[in-house]
């Protein structure tokens, strides 16, 4: 019913920045918070960074100052700009949405998520 696509992963040298993109589409009535997570080799999935529909933000303490989140609620898109990266931000970003679904029978909370995108921080 409800899609998301990431975008902008790959490799970059310390100290570089890259910019990540996930669009949602599908049966969408409203979309209420959008975020994204990482999982490195062997580790947990962990929050970095999440923002609300009104424009409110939260960062995982490791990247707050070098990350930025924003949104495009007109395209249902959500962006991760990251600067000044490291090789410990290696790991795989996963979009994750909140969405009111609009269904047959009405209207249907989903928690979905995007396949993922390798980001490699390496010389």
């Known amino acids: 019913q409800v899609q998301l696509v990431e975008s902008g992963g790959g490799l970059v040298q310390p100290g570089g920045s890259l910019r990540l993109s996930c669009a949602a589409s599908g049966s969408i009535f409203r979309i209420a918070a959008m975020g994204w997570y990482r999982q490195a080799p062997g580790k947990q999935r962990d929050l970095v960074a999440a923002i609300t529909s ?6 995982a303490a490791s990247v ?3 990350f930025t989140i924003s949104r495009d609620n007109a ?8 600067n000044s990266l490291k090789p410990e931000d290696t790991a795989v970003y996963y979009c ?5 679904a609009a269904t047959e029978g ?6 979905v998520w ?4 390798l980001v490699t921080v390496s010389s």
């Open 64 to 66: 707050k100052g070098r």
């Open 106 to 111: 009405g209207y249907r909370d989903l928690e």
């Open 114 to 117: 995007g396949q993922g995108t």
């Open 75 to 82: 395209k249902n898109t959500v962006y991760l700009q990251m």
């Open 96 to 100: 994750n949405a909140a969405v009111v």
């Open 54 to 59: 009104g424009g409110t933000t939260n960062y």
